[in-house]
Nanobody, 123 residues
Framework: QVQLAESGGGSVQAGGSLRLSCRLSRFTSSRYCMGWFRQPPGKEREGVAA???????TYADSVKGRFTISQDNADNTLYLQMNSLKPEDSAMYYC?????????????????WGQGTQVTVSS
């Protein structure tokens, strides 16, 4: 059974940085997307950043230039480096994985999800 476990969330002031990690267990696919999504209270879950098995990355416009997604295949870990954080970045952040490429920022195509980690940015 595939498992994803996020860590690294917390509280930070605007302009600060955080790095989220997501450890994947028993996820073995040669073609995949892995992504980070976020869900502010009372709002829909939205795609933030994704990476596919070719190493191609995709970002939401709201985070381009501030967030960087990366992966460590040897350690089965997905990362999200978040810089220049803003109060509107506050949300529960989830990592997700699917065994297909394409449409990597589309939430409904993902099969596996972590439990989430909270990020709070104060002004």
């Amino acid at each position: 059974q595939v498992q994803l476990a996020e860590s690294g969330g917390g509280s930070v002031q605007a302009g600060g940085s955080l790095r989220l990690s997501c450890r994947l267990s028993r996820f073995t696919s040669s073609r995949y997307c892995m992504g980070w999504f976020r869900q502010p209270p009372g709002k829909e879950r939205e795609g933030v950043a994704a990476i596919d098995s070719d190493g191609s990355t995709t970002y939401a416009d709201s985070v381009k230039g501030r967030f960087t997604i990366s992966q460590d295949n040897a350690d089965n870990t997905l990362y999200l480096q978040m810089n220049s954080l803003k109060p509107e970045d506050s949300a529960m952040y989830y990592c997700a994985a699917k065994s297909r490429r394409g449409s990597c920022l589309v939430r409904r195509y993902y099969d596996y999800w972590g439990q989430g980690t909270q990020v709070t940015v104060s002004s």
